[in-house]
């Protein structure tokens, strides 16, 4: 079984990545070089069914772009304050959840929205926007955490770090795969299911490798975080929908504000747990967090359009 130190964990590991407790030199060499691929191609994908147009839509929707970009950093934090409350977590797992909560939306929303044939433009939209303003609103709501928990947690966020994500991982897959609909549409829609089919099956495989590599760590840690994670994803996702009703949306946009509320984006989380805070119990839970997100997703994904065809 691998074992830690504390070289294996470097600004470099956790650039892209949900993950960043792989040690071993092999593991964690392959997880940093695939996970960029992997969510390239599942973006690209993505991008491949989006045209100007979409975009064009989610501009004559500005209340659903406020709520969605503002609303979860004013529903977000109580709900993980409550559940700390509940489930009475350790320290670190605690300091995990209040990172997990203050960090941007998780790119991987936009596959989730496009999965659920959702609104994927105005996911990608919010994505975009969010981690614009994170350099703003992660500072505010540790400051927010701070004053309601009596501790200090030194939350901030890496400009460098958001504006890679941001560019790379989400502005060049996306415009790439719309420029090959725009120019070669049939290659668009013949390759658009094999690029999606490969970045989410290495997604899973990658997974399970972290999974087995660091099986004794998360074997300890499942029984106390996995319950508060799941209740923050389901309670999120909930807030989501409520928010997106109350403003009356539509099906498919209403879904991706549930979406967005769930989906944080832990790569930031960890990146300011290892590097910036140089605490990476704080990590595990983002890690966890993220095996928790994928299978509720997954399964409010496969809830919402079996109602849409009924």
């Given at each position: 079984m691998c074992r830690k130190t504390g070289a294996d964990y470097t600004e470099s590991a956790i650039l892209w990545p949900r993950l960043a407790v792989v040690p071993c030199s092999r593991v964690k060499t392959f997880v940093d070089v695939t996970i960029p691929i992997v969510t390239f191609l599942i973006l690209a994908g993505v991008g491949m069914d989006l045209t100007a147009r979409d975009f064009a839509r989610v501009r004559r929707q500005p209340l659903t772009m406020a709520t969605g970009l503002f609303a979860p950093l004013i529903v977000l934090p109580p709900i993980a304050l409550s559940l700390t409350r509940v489930f009475e977590p350790s320290a670190e797992v605690e300091a995990g959840l209040m990172l997990v909560?203050?960090?941007?939306?998780?790119?991987?929303?936009?596959?989730?929205?496009?999965?659920?044939?959702?609104?994927?433009?105005?996911?990608?939209?919010?994505?975009?926007?969010?981690?614009?303003?994170?350099?703003?609103?992660?500072?505010?709501?540790?400051?927010?955490?701070?004053?309601?928990?009596?501790?200090?947690?030194?939350?901030?966020?890496?400009a460098g770090l958001l504006i890679a994500q941001l560019l790379l991982m989400l502005a060049l897959p996306i415009g790439l795969g719309m420029w090959v609909r725009r120019h070669w549409p049939h290659v668009a829609d013949e390759r658009r299911p094999l690029l999606q089919r490969v970045g989410f099956g290495a997604l899973g495989a990658l997974i399970a490798i972290v999974i087995w590599s660091e099986a004794d760590?998360?074997?300890?840690?499942?029984?106390?975080?996995?319950?508060?994670?799941?209740?923050?994803?389901?309670?999120?996702?909930?807030?989501?929908?409520?928010?997106?009703?109350?403003?009356?949306?539509?099906?498919?946009?209403r879904f991706t504000l549930a979406a967005e509320f769930g989906t944080r984006n832990v790569a930031i989380a960890s990146a300011i747990a290892v590097t910036l805070l140089g605490r990476i119990e704080f990590a595990v839970f983002a890690t966890i967090y993220f095996l928790t997100e994928v299978p509720i997703m997954l399964a409010a994904i496969a809830l919402f359009r079996s109602r849409r065809r009924q």
């Open positions: 909560a203050a960090c941007p939306i998780g790119g991987i929303s936009n596959f989730y929205s496009y999965l659920a044939r959702a609104s994927t433009a105005l996911s990608v939209t919010l994505t975009g926007l969010s981690s614009l303003l994170a350099v703003v609103t992660i500072p505010a709501l540790d400051r927010t955490f701070e004053l309601a928990l009596g501790r200090p947690f030194g939350f901030s966020a890496p760590r998360f074997a300890t840690g499942l029984s106390r975080t996995v319950p508060l994670a799941a209740a923050f994803v389901v309670m999120s996702l909930a807030a989501g929908w409520t928010v997106g009703g109350t403003i009356r949306s539509s099906a498919p946009d």
